[in-house]
């Protein structure tokens, strides 16, 4: 079994800026490729971003530019720098453990985490 713990998350103004960070423990033999997601109330759970063992990145399109994920080398922990904030993006933030990225983006493996909130106020 995978533990996934996320962290960050918090109430800010917008504009403000969050880092969130995501760690995974537990029965994991290598480095795996991780992500993050979002979900609003009564909204479908949504990609944020990816990053891929080696490094590559996959963003949802409307997030370019403001978020930036990144790795620690040779770990299973992940981070969500999140800048311009804005009242949209509040949501619960999902760390995601083992996905594939590809051309196409970031598709999730099974593994999830219990979320962090993020709320940004106008």
């Known amino acids: 079994q995978v533990q996934l713990v996320e962290s960050g998350g918090d109430s800010v103004r917008a504009g403000g800026s969050l880092r969130l960070s995501c760690l995974a423990s537990g029965n994991i033999r290598s480095i795996n490729a991780m992500g993050w997601y979002r979900q609003s109330p009564g909204q479908e759970r949504e990609l944020v971003a990816g990053?891929?063992?080696?490094?590559?990145?996959k963003y949802a399109e409307s997030l370019k530019g403001r978020f930036t994920i990144s790795r620690d080398d040779g770990k299973n922990l992940i981070h969500l720098q999140m800048n311009g904030l804005k009242p949209e993006d509040t949501a619960m933030y999902y760390c995601?453990?083992?996905?594939?990225?590809?051309?196409?983006?970031?598709?999730?493996?099974?593994?999830w985490g219990q979320g962090t909130q993020v709320t940004v106020s106008s």
């Open positions: 995601n453990f083992g996905g594939q990225l590809s051309s196409s983006g970031y598709f999730p493996g099974r593994f």
């Open positions: 990053i891929s063992v080696g490094g590559v990145t």
